[in-house]
């Protein structure tokens, strides 16, 4: 990546100040509820470094996943020759609910929406010829996240990575799921239990890991206002704080590992000002609610992804600018690592072309808008401090009515999440439909489509040999040796032990996904709503 610039200025040779908001500019203009502290400065508003991106950029991912372990693995080499300095890892639907390639649930869905993944072999394939000591890689998983780490991680180890510098995320947020994407496998109780084991693992093993990626991303997908996606998501938080607490864990020893997952959504000042509002809150949280006394613990970190469900399988072109205006405003919130969409995902996982186009828009503003060359452009302006006041009022309330009925857990449980989000997702369609809300190409501005894009699509014959590769794995390993490893799995989650020691030696004696899965299906049940 090109190296930062020692002197900002414009085109016209204007000396771009660090922070023009905190000095005494007689044009700046401070709106209601402006922060009085810089960036870097609790309760962060303004970012949570004092340079921001001057002195480092956001971290560019990409999204990527499909098919076989091998496409995948030419995907990510062609994403980091291209730019991408992060990787971001989707998988398919059995993988992400735990079941092997040759289950019958995995019928017809094995790499379609993200690469397939059963053993420790489909890792050696995918992180073929990437130094993973090098690259931090963000993993979209969560029913099955600590297994997808113990694979990771055995992969790592397999290269000779330190594991104490091993950098990346693991989304691991299971409220999210009941709430509002669905890829659950055990009931909440146990699913938290997974979840602060991993915690509680990775800070003596990977103290560079981030343990959970908190997201209000899915919840913004299904519908949700930018008013629920920041209580809702931060609810969520407070419940993940208190479980690892309760298991017995020291706040400032975990709590800085913590990271979240937003929607940069379509409203641009509003989107804006929730990354703002939403680290103001978290910060206090942290300080006062749960009175850490690191400040690193009260730093909300987030990466950010632009929204899915604005893009449109009509006009997709027009899905280049609706990305762009959306990575603009993660970036003028300060987000810390970013996904942008390929214009084609209406329609299908993203081609070659739409993910270069993807990643060339985040170098585009990082090099040539100057929108990183100061710190919180945005400051001062009566609308944004105004709408970053009032989405932390809003979000407040909300997060107190959740607290009222008992804490995230207890209002998923009860449906309030879910009530909340379908209520707004109808809503929003309403105004679409009624045409209160015009969205371009879809209720105005219609062209007749003369040709269908070419979409990338998956080879059915994947399917079939993913099938093979997972019976072969089966096959050749020390079965002996395997069955212990489930055994001990097995028992761990029966008496309490922490149990990612124990599922790192069962993928590293080659247990499949699907078969550890399994095994704590037949201790923990499965949840149905």
Same mark, same amino acid.
């Given at each position: ?116 993944? @059963? ?8 992180? @073929? ?32 990575? @330190? ?8 989304? #691991? ?62 609810? #969520? ?14 706040? @400032? ?103 270069r186009t993807a990643i060339r828009t985040q170098q585009i503003i990082a090099y040539e808008s100057g929108i990183a060359d100061? !710190? ?39 449906g309030f999440y879910q009530d909340s989000i379908a209520r707004s997702a109808y809503e929003w369609q309403k105004k679409v ?39 072969? !794995? ?38 499949t996904l699907g078969e550890i899965s399994d095994t704590l299906r037949r201790v923990f049940g499965e949840f149905h709503e």
């Amino acid at each position: 990546m090109p190296l930062r610039k020692e002197r900002f200025e414009t085109s016209s040779g204007i000396e771009i100040e660090r922070d023009p908001g905190t000095g005494s500019s007689p044009t700046m203009n401070r709106g209601p509820g402006a922060a009085a502290t810089g960036a870097g400065e609790y309760p962060f508003t303004r970012g949570i470094y004092p340079e921001m991106y001057r002195s480092r950029l956001w971290t560019m991912r990409q999204y990527a996943g499909f098919g076989s372990a091998e496409e995948s693995n030419k995907r990510y080499k062609y994403l980091l020759a291209s730019g991408t300095t992060g990787l971001s890892i989707a998988f398919d639907l059995p993988t992400q609910i735990g079941y092997d390639s040759d289950h019958p649930m995995a019928s017809g869905e094995v790499g379609r929406v993200g690469v397939a993944i @059963d053993s420790l072999a489909d890792f050696d394939v995918l992180f @073929d010829g990437i130094e993973m000591s090098k690259v931090s890689t963000s993993m979209t998983i969560n029913a099955t996240a600590a297994i997808l780490l113990a694979l990771y991680v055995a992969k790592a180890k397999k290269q000779g990575a @330190d594991l104490r510098k091993l950098s990346g995320t693991v989304q #691991n947020d299971i409220l999210k799921e009941y709430a509002a994407r669905g890829t659950y496998i055990y009931p909440p109780a146990p699913s938290m239990r997974i979840v602060t084991d991993l915690f509680r693992w990775c800070a003596d093993e990977l103290p560079s890991w981030n343990t959970i990626s908190i997201s209000g991303y899915h919840i913004r997908e299904a519908g949700s206002t930018a008013v629920e996606e920041i209580a809702f998501t931060l609810s #969520n938080g407070i419940a993940y704080v208190q479980a690892a607490l309760d298991a017995g864990l020291e706040i @400032d020893r975990f709590a800085p590992r913590l990271s979240f997952f937003f929607n940069a959504h379509s409203n641009f000042f509003e989107e804006i000002a929730k990354f703002r509002a939403a680290r103001t809150l978290w910060a206090e949280i942290m300080r006062d609610r749960f009175h850490a006394k690191n400040p690193e613990s009260w730093k909300l970190r987030f990466h950010s992804q632009t929204a899915g469900s604005t893009l449109t399988a009509q006009q997709i072109e027009n899905n280049v600018v609706r990305t762009t205006i959306e990575a603009m405003a993660a970036v003028l919130g300060g987000t810390q690592s970013l996904h942008t969409n390929g214009k084609d995902e209406a329609l299908a996982l993203p081609t070659e072309e739409s993910a270069r186009t993807a990643i060339r828009t985040q170098q585009i503003i990082a090099y040539e808008s100057g929108i990183a060359d100061t !710190v919180d452009p945005m400051a001062g302006s009566y609308f944004v401090e105004y709408l970053t006041s009032e989405l932390k009022r809003r979000s407040l309330a909300l997060i107190a009515e959740v607290d009222s009925i008992g804490g995230a857990v207890k209002a998923i449980e009860g449906g309030f999440y879910q009530d909340s989000i379908a209520r707004s997702a109808y809503e929003w369609q309403k105004k679409v439909e009624a045409k209160e809300e015009i969205v371009v190409g879809v209720n105005e501005f219609v062209t007749e489509e003369s040709s269908v894009p070419d979409v990338l699509r998956i080879d059915p014959k994947l399917e079939r040999e993913q099938t093979e590769r997972v019976r072969a !794995v089966r096959e050749h390993r020390d079965q002996a040796k395997t069955d212990a490893a489930i055994a001990k799995v097995e028992q761990t989650a029966r008496d309490g032990e922490n149990l990612m020691p124990h599922i790192l030696t069962a993928v590293e004696s080659f247990a499949t996904l699907g078969e550890i899965s399994d095994t704590l299906r037949r201790v923990f049940g499965e949840f149905h709503e």
